[in-house]
């Protein structure tokens, strides 16, 4: 009986030890939630993947490529031109060393001159002496003026660089004008309404300058000239005309020197001699219409061209019909106020 005690305990611990060895019966897993996604992960998600998007970028990197390249491009211009400018100015002062000292030669040679004279009267020395001294005198002349004449020339490259600079680096507005048309005409065909070019060449009463270039421009373009040429080069009917105006200004021009004309000597107004100049030019000009032989108004001056339009550069038929435009707005009458 006993025995049988014994047994029933012992099995009844070795099954509870069993039992606490085992582990509990898990939960069943529960259904995977599906993840909800956003709008801004779909934006973002678009942003990344769709063509138009990947063009954009492409088209942004390329223009951002072609915006160095145009900034390098222009960097180089201006210190190309700075160069020039440094150059040309380096022009004026030698000019001026040479001008000195050839003055220096000639009243040297005036100074031996008058002596020689001077011993002649006094039977000291031959003729043929005072005629060598002439001679020296005559030629020291020469060079003095040659050297006067590179000084003007020098000045007026220095000028023109000292323009083309000041455009460059946007000093000016003459890298605003290159759209002539537009500037000129408005919707309506006409210009009253606007003030055109005014502001870039100052030509109303209250912005021009006393002894400004587009100022002495318009005063020389109204002025009388008696004037002729007969076979002459351009560069001979530029200081021809340069000196016959007075012109106290420079006068450039570029381009081919070789064409020549011949005009009968006779009174005009400025303004219409150089309109005859680019007619007459214009005749045996082997060049195309975009070339074709013509005046222009730059900052320094007045530039004869036969290499095609200058940017920022306007024609003096152009500059004349801003004055008239100009004239024309002025004496108009006024309109009324407004709801009157």
């Known amino acids: 009986m006993r025995t049988t005690v ?14 606490l060895g085992q582990p509990p019966t898990p939960p069943p897993p529960k259904p995977a939630e599906s993840k909800k996604e956003s709008l801004e992960d779909d934006i973002a998600r678009a942003l990344r993947t769709h063509p138009d998007v990947a063009v954009a970028e492409a088209e942004a990197q390329l223009a951002n490529a ?7 491009g222009i960097a180089q211009k201006v210190a190309t031109a700075k160069r020039e400018k440094d150059r040309v100015k380096g022009d004026v002062g030698l000019a001026l060393r040479r001008i000195e000292a050839a003055k220096a030669v000639a009243d040297l040679a005036r100074l031996e001159l008058d002596n020689t004279k001077q011993l002649h009267k006094n039977a000291v020395v031959s003729a043929q002496e005072v005629q060598s001294k002439e001679s020296g005198y005559a030629k020291a002349k020469a060079l003095l003026m040659e050297a006067e004449q590179t000084l003007e020339i020098a000045k007026s490259a220095a000028a023109a660089a000292d323009a083309d600079y000041d455009a460059l680096v946007g000093i000016t507005l003459l890298t605003k004008l290159p759209v002539m048309g537009a500037l000129f005409v408005n919707d309506k065909g006409t210009t009253a309404d606007r003030p055109i070019i005014h502001t870039y060449l100052k030509l109303s009463q209250t912005d021009v300058k006393p002894g400004s270039v587009a100022d002495k421009l318009r005063t020389a373009l109204a002025k009388p000239v008696t004037f002729g040429c007969e076979n002459l080069t351009m560069p001979d009917i530029v200081d021809a005309i340069k000196k016959a105006a007075a012109l106290d200004f420079p006068v450039r021009m570029s381009g081919i020197p070789l064409l020549h004309c011949a005009i009968e000597k006779q009174e005009l107004t400025l303004s219409a001699w150089l309109q005859l100049l680019e007619d007459e030019l214009a005749k045996d000009s082997p060049l195309d219409d975009a070339k074709k032989p013509t005046w222009y ?4 001056g007045l530039l004869f061209s036969t290499a095609g339009r200058p940017e920022g550069a306007i024609t003096v038929g152009e500059f004349l019909k801003a004055l008239r435009d100009e004239k024309k707005a002025d004496t108009a009458p006024k309109g009324n106020p407004a709801g009157r």
């Open 6 to 19: 014994y047994s029933g305990l012992l099995l009844g611990g070795f099954l509870a030890v069993v039992a």
């Open 66 to 72: 072609k915006l160095q390249q145009a900034k390098l």
């Open 297 to 300: 108004v730059r900052e320094y």
